[in-house]
């Protein structure tokens, strides 16, 4: 069964405009971790953001905030003020705590940011 | 401190040939993993280790493909013999031990082409 579902293959943002990539897992853990990594074409991959599963608030870093919805198992990415710069792909990953360190990835989406 | 450092960045063989690719995690970080990734695709576990032990290598197509990590530090993947469909990006990451907000550090990759 898919753990990570992103179901937005592409997507378009104006640059400075705000942008959510959708994110939706899947455990029966209680305990697990959400992890955004950023991806640009030159191939590494960089993480963005983290919500534990007990935080009790939304994950923040800079211009990026994860918008969890625990009872919808949804862990969006909120980009605001979009610059050229944040045109890559972007994956959703969970780290299942009771596999281990076992990490799971969504199949990604592309953003592009347009002048 | 330095990232985790992969061998070569990219690799050009022909079909049923060998190749192998190094892999040095960042220094204390005793998970390692190796993952495959087909282009517009997310990355797929191909094994993971904690120090020496392969503790998940439930992906790894263990007719052609073999890996070890030799005193729980480097690692080696090899393919033997490759076939065209192997062509992808395989990604290295580490992480150190424990729960919580321990992502995943990836190298650059290595761009795998099978002629």
């Known amino acids: 069964a898919q753990k990570i579902t992103q179901t937005q293959p592409g997507m378009f943002v104006q640059e400075k405009e705000a942008v959510t990539l959708d994110c939706t897992y899947d455990t029966s853990d209680p305990s697990y971790g959400l992890f955004w990594y950023k991806q640009p074409s030159s191939g590494e991959m960089i993480f963005l953001i983290y919500q534990g599963s007990y935080d009790q608030q939304n994950a923040t870093e800079g211009r990026y905030s994860l918008n969890f919805q625990k009872a919808r198992k949804s862990a969006n990415l909120v980009i605001s003020a979009s610059q050229l710069g944040d045109s890559a792909m972007y994956f959703c990953a969970m780290r299942d705590f009771s596999s281990g360190n076992q990490f799971y990835f969504g199949t990604g989406t592309s953003l592009t940011v347009i002048p | 401190e330095a990232g985790v450092v992969q061998s070569p960045r990219y690799k050009i063989i022909e079909k049923k040939q060998p190749v192998a690719f190094w892999c040095n995690p960042i220094?204390?970080?005793?998970?390692l993993y190796w993952y495959l990734q087909n282009l517009g695709q997310g990355p797929e576990l191909l094994i993971r280790?904690?120090?020496?032990?392969?503790?998940?290598d439930s992906q790894l197509p263990k007719d052609r493909f073999s890996a070890e990590r030799l005193k729980g530090v480097d690692s080696t993947l090899k393919i033997q013999p490759a076939e065209l469909g192997d062509s992808a990006v395989y990604l290295c990451a580490s992480s150190p031990r424990g729960t919580g907000n321990n992502e995943q550090f990836f190298g650059p990759g290595t761009r795998l082409t099978v002629l």
């Open positions: 220094s204390g970080h005793n998970t």
């Open positions: 280790y904690e120090n020496e032990e392969a503790v998940d």
